[in-house]
T-cell receptor, first 109, second 117 residues
């Protein structure tokens, strides 16, 4: 079967760095997405990786290794507003999105 | 308005009620989606419409009935629901439901929180 694994919850300190991991086993691969979802709000698109390597976008970076079926989202200089759930999703060979259950990130002062 | 708008934001209904969820997008997108989001579970894709044609129905019970009158509007009609149907129902849109993964970035609405008593 197809599967996406990510930690259920993580805690980090304001101003620090946190890495949220995502591992996947899917039928084929057509890209990996990260979304951010604040409580009670819509998920919003953060990043898309289809080639191996690191994509940097301000304080957020996303890394992909297709051979390892692995990605991470790196958040630097954490702010209280970064408290949210982070959803990992992989597009399989049929262009279907397979979703992880999300990682709830708690930022403490 | 811009983006994807869902109404109502909250809905409480009994098992014998009939209600509808509405979704509207002002992004000029051609594909619209209904997802179910339950606590600590992955998003579950329910229905996909591409250019107003239903292209996906993920074995969803018939008590959920989608309607897409045009590419900007999507409805989810609810009838004789069960308590386990209580969840957040998310609508999303994208440029197209096809290859070219980069065009499949989803824009979500804030969701309709449904409670079935």
């Amino acid at each position: 079967g197809q599967n996406i694994d990510q930690p259920t919850e993580m805690t980090a300190t304001e101003g620090a760095i946190v890495q949220i991991n995502c591992t996947y086993q899917t039928s084929g691969f057509n890209g990996l997405f990260w979304y951010q979802q604040h409580a009670g709000e819509a998920p919003t698109f953060l990043s898309y990786n289809v080639l191996d390597g690191l994509e940097e976008k301000g304080r957020f970076s996303s890394f992909l290794s297709r051979s390892k079926g692995y990605s991470y989202l790196l958040l630097k200089e954490l702010q209280m507003k970064d408290s949210a759930s982070y959803l990992c999703a992989v597009m399989d060979s049929n262009y279907q999105l397979i979703w992880g259950a999300g990682t709830k990130l708690i930022i403490k002062p | 308005e811009t983006g994807v708008t869902q109404t109502p934001r909250h809905l409480v209904m009994g098992m014998t009620n009939k209600k509808s969820l509405k979704c509207e997008q002002h992004l000029g997108h051609n594909a619209m989606y209904w997802y179910k989001q339950s606590a600590k579970k992955p998003l579950e894709l329910m229905f996909v419409y591409n250019f107003k044609e239903q292209t996906e129905n993920n074995s969803v019970p018939s008590r959920f009935s989608p309607e897409c009158p045009n590419s900007s509007h999507l409805f989810l009609h609810l009838h004789t629901l069960q308590p386990e149907d209580s969840a957040l129902y998310l609508c999303a849109s994208s440029q197209g439901d096809s290859g070219n993964s980069g065009a499949n970035v989803l824009t979500f609405g804030a969701g309709s929180r449904l409670t079935v008593l």
